[in-house]
Nanobody, 124 residues
């Protein structure tokens, strides 16, 4: 059984930093794509950053240069380091695992395993 558990959310002022963590268990695919998504109130869920089993990464344009996704392959933990946070980064952040090949589009429907989310609030 695959389990996805996020942590690390919180409240921060604009310009601050947060690092989110995602612990994956029971996920044994050798080819995969794992990503971070976010959803603000009244908006659709969007892909923020993803990494695949080749180490390839992808970011939505709005976070490029500010966010970094990484994975500790030994501990099976995914991280999202977020710097220079803006109020528009506010939302519920979800970690999700999907099929290899999903990295380019980061479409939520292509990711089958989801965590419960962790809230990020950035105040200006």
């Amino acid at each position: 059984q695959v389990q996805v558990v996020e942590s690390g959310g919180g409240s921060v002022q604009a310009g601050g930093s947060l690092t989110l963590s995602c612990a994956l268990s029971g996920y044994t695919y050798t080819e995969y794509c794992i990503g971070w998504f976010r959803q603000a109130p009244g908006k659709e869920r969007e892909g923020v950053a993803a990494i695949d089993s080749d180490g390839t990464t992808n970011y939505v344009d709005s976070v490029k240069g500010r966010f970094t996704i990484s994975k500790d392959k030994y501990k099976n933990i995914l991280y999202l380091e977020m710097n220079s946070l803006k109020s528009e980064d506010t939302g519920m952040y979800y970690c999700a695992a999907g099929d290899w090949g999903s990295i380019a589009t980061m479409i939520p429907a292509d990711f089958g395993y989801w965590g419960q989310g962790t809230q990020v609030t950035v105040s200006s």
